[in-house]
Structure formats: structure tokens, C-alpha cells
């Protein structure tokens, strides 16, 4: 995992720094104060956790896919410096596993984000992004079969490269960690994840 992660960021920072270099990128990238950016992300990443249930003697483990698609409306309130929101919708399916009796579990997840986002002029970026929102969870097991409701907190830092074809439109792919907190009544989880995201940004200027 430690290879991977600095294999991305190697590559990312060459990248940024043969985007810098190149002479056919004579345009002005489009972050400055004002501008304004719409653009779509789609995200995929693998969570393995494991939890405790509270007055119980029951040990968890779970581990599933999760699949996200977050659209994003923002804008530039200083040189580089991007504020935006972004309703985010995600399923997941994975297996649950109660000390010796498996589940399956499907999940869906609905809330709203806020995200800041530091461009650099070499199309390198650092951003952080927080939501809150429901979540739904359906539980098909070899015993029972049950369902649960409950709300969320994600915190999401990340590093990444934005590719700019021209001066209003990009393509951005991230490296994100994702710390994300589920509770309910009875129970919570929280689970550490670590994933990949490609998303097309489009800018417009502020006139």
C-alpha cells in the first residue's frame, strides 16, 4: 500500500511538472478569483473494517465496493483557491460478517458536501471536503434479514492533478483518504478508506 500511494504521487508531481514545461500550454488556466466551476465526479474504493456493538458480545467484520457519483457547482474566491458544495449520492454492496454468520449488505447513501480546493499553477492541487447526509442499509443473511437507517460523517483530504485541455475545461484525477463515521440508535462504525477519483471540471469566467 505505501509503494502505491508513492507511486501516485510521483507520478502526479511529474505530471505537474511536464504540465509546466510544456510549450503548447501557452493559455491562462482558468483559477482566478471569480471564475466559476461545474463539473461531475465518479469514485470507486474497497473498505475492510472490523467494529465492536455496543452491550453485545458481538464482533464484526465488513468489507465492500463502494461506488460514488458527486456533481459539484463552485467558485473561485481568491487566485487558486476554490469553495464548492455537491450533493453526493453512493451504493455500496458488500459482506457483513457477526462472528460466525455472514450477510450480505446493499447501501445507499444520500447528503450534501462542502469541498476547498488549492490549485497550484502547475495544475497540481490539495483539497479537503466534508458531508453529512442518510444512509440505508439492507441486510440479507443466512439467519435473518433486516434493514437499518441512520446518518453519516465523511472527511475527505486528498492530492491530485488537473489536466486542463484549454482554458475552460479539465480533466482531474485524486488520490482521497476518507475517514467516515455511520451511526445509528444502537450502533456505529467508523471506517477508514483510501481511493481513487476522476472527474471533468468545466470553468467559466465571471463575466
Do not use: W
Not at 76 to 100: D, R, W
Amino acid at each position: 500500500m505505501k509503494a502505491f500511494i508513492i507511486s501516485v504521487i510521483t507520478s502526479l508531481t511529474f505530471m505537474g511538472s511536464t504540465a509546466q514545461t510544456d510549450p503548447s500550454k501557452s493559455f491562462e488556466k482558468p483559477i482566478k478569483k471569480g471564475y466559476y466551476q461545474i463539473g461531475g465526479n465518479a469514485s470507486a474504493s474497497y473498505i475492510n473494517s472490523s467494529s465492536k456493538q455496543p452491550y453485545t458480545n458481538y464482533n464484526s467484520t465488513f468489507s465492500s465496493l463502494n461506488l460514488a457519483i458527486t456533481p459539484t457547482v463552485g467558485k473561485f474566491l481568491a487566485n487558486g483557491f476554490l469553495l464548492s458544495i455537491s450533493p453526493v449520492f453512493s451504493v455500496s454492496k458488500g459482506k457483513t460478517k457477526y462472528n460466525s454468520i455472514a450477510n450480505t449488505t446493499v447501501g445507499a447513501n444520500y447528503g450534501l458536501g462542502v469541498n476547498a480546493k488549492y490549485y497550484f499553477p502547475t495544475g497540481l492541487f490539495a483539497k479537503i471536503g466534508s458531508s453529512i447526509g442518510y444512509t440505508k442499509q439492507t441486510f440479507n443473511g443466512e439467519v435473518s434479514k433486516s434493514s437499518s437507517e441512520g446518518s453519516y460523517i465523511n472527511l475527505t483530504p486528498g492530492i491530485g492533478y488537473a489536466y486542463f485541455f484549454n482554458n475552460h475545461i479539465a480533466l482531474e484525477t485524486s488520490l482521497n483518504y476518507s475517514i467516515y463515521q455511520y451511526s445509528e440508535s444502537i450502533y456505529s462504525r467508523d471506517i477508514n478508506s483510501l481511493g481513487l477519483s476522476l472527474s471533468l471540471s468545466i470553468f467559466l469566467d465571471k463575466k
